[in-house]
């Protein structure tokens, strides 16, 4: 298994699973909606140039939206471009 650090090489090298996309965000968001129960603080977010705070029930919510993206893909739908982009998967 290659170490976070040869990812770069790896770009284009595999090909994302939308069926697994789906569920592992679905799961994440669940996830992060118990943290959020259990009283869990803001997630701080890290982007070039910026960092912001977004609350556990904020980050469930956009991986709720990046699952419905994954979904209409699995479904046969467009692929998501929009995710695909983020992670350097183009």
């Given at each position: ?7 770069g090489?790896m ?33 701080e ?13 904020q ?32």
């Open positions: 298994m290659p170490r976070n650090r040869d990812r090489a770009r284009g090298s595999y090909a994302l699973d939308p069926v697994r996309m789906v569920r592992l965000c679905r799961r994440l968001a669940e996830d992060m909606r118990a943290e959020a129960r259990a009283g869990w603080p803001p997630i977010m890290a982007l070039p140039g910026a960092r912001y705070r977004m609350t556990r029930t980050a469930a919510e956009s991986m709720d939206r990046q699952g419905d993206r994954w979904a209409i893909e699995a479904g046969g739908g467009e692929r998501n471009m929009i995710d695909r982009e983020r992670m350097g998967c183009l």
